[in-house]
């Protein structure tokens, strides 16, 4: 239970952080394939499909909430020691899917090489358009507004639950990603504060945003696990094409500025207590 709840913060940390992938720390914590499961047969296994979700949903709910500050700060004074972190993170769950790959007993073809380089190409592709979007924002609540965060929702959360690209990423390049993350700080300070007028009004951007999310999973859940099921050897090449290339997107994703001597070298011991802590996390 500990082990998933920790699994489960790591995984809603990514999340909201551009150019780290929620779906890459799935497949590195080893539960990518059971969560998708989980979710395409929640009907039919509800009380197995809960006891896997309920802890990891706990942990990603405490990530954002209680972490995100932290990370925020770290990224702010340490942006090259945190991004290292989180490329040990994602490196060090490599292995772990190539051993997947293996265990298919199918020959590496040409055509697994081709998906998986073009794989590589979409997430580097993406971190090197860049962020798009101005910090801050407000939206006036029309009904289109409303329904645009509701495809935004569906579209973001397609993005995080595949490995490799960034959902936070996909949001800047949308242009709502300032206004997500602004709009869930409010809703909890006001939470705390007992501000219901402030809590009305972020519900009103959280509530269409959030039942996007959860249809979104649904969807991409179920073509994943069809994607696993009949194309295995395509779906590992593809993922490992993304996780070597999130390392990239992070590193384009920042500021270059403040990469120094220093910064590189502390950077390779946060490095390796990234990838120690993904290799922990990950075994069964």
């Given amino acids: 239970m500990i082990k998933l709840i920790c699994k489960g913060a790591v995984i809603g940390i990514a999340n909201i952080i551009p150019g780290v992938s929620g779906g890459t720390m799935m497949v590195v914590m ?11 047969h929640i009907k039919s296994e509800f009380k197995e499909a809960l006891r896997l ?10 990530g954002i909430i209680i972490l995100t500050e932290v990370i925020t700060r770290a990224l702010e004074h340490f942006p090259v020691q945190t991004n290292f972190m989180f490329i ?18 199918q020959k590496v073809s040409a055509g697994n090489i081709l998906v998986l380089v073009l794989f590589f190409i979409l997430v580097a592709g993406f971190a090197l358009i860049g962020e798009t979007e101005a910090a801050g924002g407000e939206i006036s609540l029309s009904v289109l507004e ?6 935004i929702g569906v579209i973001a959360s397609a993005t995080m639950v595949i490995p490799g690209v960034s959902g936070s990423m996909v949001l800047m390049l949308l242009g709502y990603y300032y206004l997500i993350l602004d709009s869930v700080s409010a809703f909890l300070h006001a939470l705390l504060d007992f501000d219901f007028p ?15 999310v959860l249809l979104g999973i649904g969807i991409i859940a179920k073509l994943i696990e069809i994607v696993f099921n009949k194309f295995p050897n395509y779906a590992y090449c593809a993922i490992i094409g993304l996780i070597v290339a999130s ?15 220093t910064g590189v070298l502390t950077g390779l011991l946060t490095f390796v207590v ?11």
């Fill in 53 to 62: 979700l309920i802890p990891i949903v706990i942990g990603m709910a405490a």
């Fill in 30 to 40: 080893g539960i990518y394939d059971k969560l998708i499961h989980a979710i395409t």
């Fill in 146 to 151: 409303v329904v645009k965060l509701f495809f």
């Fill in 198 to 212: 402030v809590l009305l009004e972020k519900t009103g951007i959280l509530m269409p945003f959030g039942i996007g």
């Fill in 88 to 105: 040990g993170l994602i490196v060090g769950g490599l292995p772990i899917v190539i051993k997947r790959l293996k265990e298919t007993g």
């Fill in 247 to 261: 390392p990239f997107a992070i590193i384009f994703m920042s500021d270059l500025t403040r990469y120094t001597v």
């Fill in 274 to 284: 990234g990838f120690i802590i993904a290799r922990k996390l990950g075994e069964d």
